[in-house]
């Protein structure tokens, strides 16, 4: 290898298989981790000083026990983190340290090429430097191929120990730092979280009502630890566990799960944050992509519409699915006339002019078309709340179209509500009862660009104004 880090000659090039071990126990090696092992021509151990010695013994046990051939193995001291140094700067110059020591050691043990292996704790994917590394590497004009043999991780021997599912049934998972719980608090939208790489007590930090832990230290190992329970009550056991351990050995690797309950009678609050995203993003779209929307969303869309509430449980809406190419056509001529009707009874010619530019609809553009009615005689609901305010019927298809809405927000499919239309010119166009009301003509499908700002607002046609300005009292 020359000088400036490049192997000698112009064909040589670097195999490296990062292999992962697991958490620590031999027996949780894969029948690939072997075979890439005895595979390899030198297989390279991190040495992080004496305080960890016990992981470079597990290490050299492994190999021992794994290796059948030649291979050779060879320690090498890891540069430690700047712990004084700001979080993200420490870490670049800690990963350009560990990969200049990575280079030495290929120049000194491959420098004509070949298969190295480095074998990595739980899995190469999760929460590990090494695939990073290993890029700088290539960055920096080595020719080298990576191939990663996956491994047990230590989130899956954690669930595995306390014999729990890593999430709720049909539930997200977060997957953070110590750092940055710490330094956040708990992630809005989710209510498990799995917590890695935390220098001791970031729970220490939140509200433990309604908390779950299950901690895990030195999993797969034979000193392994395990900790359950309400955070209230065993949190502090759990810094005072740590804190010992981590003196006894010099080192400590842990890691747990926090599992927020739901409080009875109160709406989940995992739902707040996201509902709030859905309402945010939900926009009136006009530009649309061609991607077509699945029949399955649709129906997704229907049923949830479906679940809006409605006066005395009337369930007066009733729903037509454009189809028919003409038919569609017909409805854009249509809006179209009297888009410019409306821009031509516009007495400021500014206005016009601003009015003009807009696009009004997606009726040629958008996948799929539906105009939505209110039954105004529905043999559901018995009359029940609409003697006096029949408008209430109106009022729950409403309610209905703003559930598909939100809806299709949450599984970013687009829609616009086009109103610059004659009702019982549509109404007659779509051959539908005579007792039936047009509410809206909609426009369905993938926003060719998502927003959270309206598009008038966006175009400068008109602003949010405050809600305070909204509300009156008496």
């Given amino acids: 290898m020359s000088g400036n880090g490049k192997l000698r000659g112009a064909d040589i090039v670097i195999d490296l298989h990062l292999i992962g071990i697991g958490t620590g126990d031999p027996a949780q090696l894969t029948d690939a981790a072997r075979t890439a092992m005895n595979a390899a021509d030198l297989i390279l151990l991190p040495r992080k000083g004496e305080r960890a010695s016990d992981l470079m013994a597990l290490r050299r046990a492994i190999c021992a026990a794994v290796l059948t051939g030649p291979t050779r193995v060879v320690a090498f001291d890891l540069p430690e983190r700047d712990a004084a140094a700001p979080y993200h700067a420490a870490v670049e110059a800690w990963h350009d340290g560990i990969a200049a020591a990575w280079r030495t050691q290929i120049s000194t043990h491959l420098p004509d090429g070949g298969r190295l292996a480095l074998l990595v704790w739980g899995d190469p994917s999760l929460y590990d430097s090494t695939l990073r590394i290993a890029e700088r590497l290539r960055a920096g004009g080595m020719d080298m191929r990576v191939r990663v043999v996956p491994g047990i991780t230590a989130l899956q021997a954690l669930t595995a120990a306390h014999a729990i599912p890593l999430n709720d049934l049909a539930a997200p998972v977060l997957i953070t730092t110590g750092r940055r719980l710490r330094d956040g608090g708990w992630p809005a939208g989710v209510d498990t979280l799995a917590v890695m790489l935390d220098g001791g007590g970031a729970f220490e930090t939140l509200d433990t009502e309604g908390i779950e832990i299950w901690w895990g230290a030195y999993l797969g190992m034979a000193q392994q630890t395990l900790i359950a329970g309400p955070l209230r009550a065993v949190g502090q056991e759990i810094v005072l ?226 809600i305070a300005d909204r509300v009156i009292e008496r």
């Fill in 241 to 466: 566990r740590r804190a010992a351990l981590r003196r006894e050995h010099g080192w400590i690797m842990d890691i747990y799960l926090l599992r927020r309950s739901l409080v009875q009678n109160e709406a989940p609050r995992r739902f707040e944050t996201g509902l709030t995203d859905v309402l945010q993003w939900r926009r009136d779209v006009r530009h649309f992509r061609a991607e077509p929307v699945a029949e399955a969303d649709m129906q997704h869309l229907l049923h949830s519409a479906a679940l809006a509430p409605s006066v005395g449980n009337a369930q007066p809406w009733r729903f037509v699915r454009v189809r028919s190419p003409d038919l569609r056509e017909a409805l854009a001529d249509h809006v179209d006339t009297c888009s410019a009707a409306a821009a031509a009874s516009l007495a400021d010619e500014d206005i016009r002019q601003r009015y003009r530019r807009l696009k009004l609809h997606g009726l040629r553009e958008a996948p799929e078309i539906m105009a939505v009615f209110s039954d105004e005689a529905p043999s559901a609901g018995k009359r029940l709340g609409i003697a006096t305010m029949p408008e209430a019927l109106r009022y729950s298809t409403v309610m209905a179209i703003h559930t598909m809405w939100l809806a299709a927000a949450a599984r970013g499919i687009g829609l616009g509500w086009v109103s610059i239309l004659d009702p019982s010119v549509v109404t007659a166009m779509l051959d539908v009862p005579g007792d039936w009301t047009l509410i809206g003509l909609l426009c369905i499908g993938y926003p060719a660009e998502p927003a959270t700002v309206p598009e008038l607002e966006r175009r400068g046609w008109q602003a949010r104004e405050p």
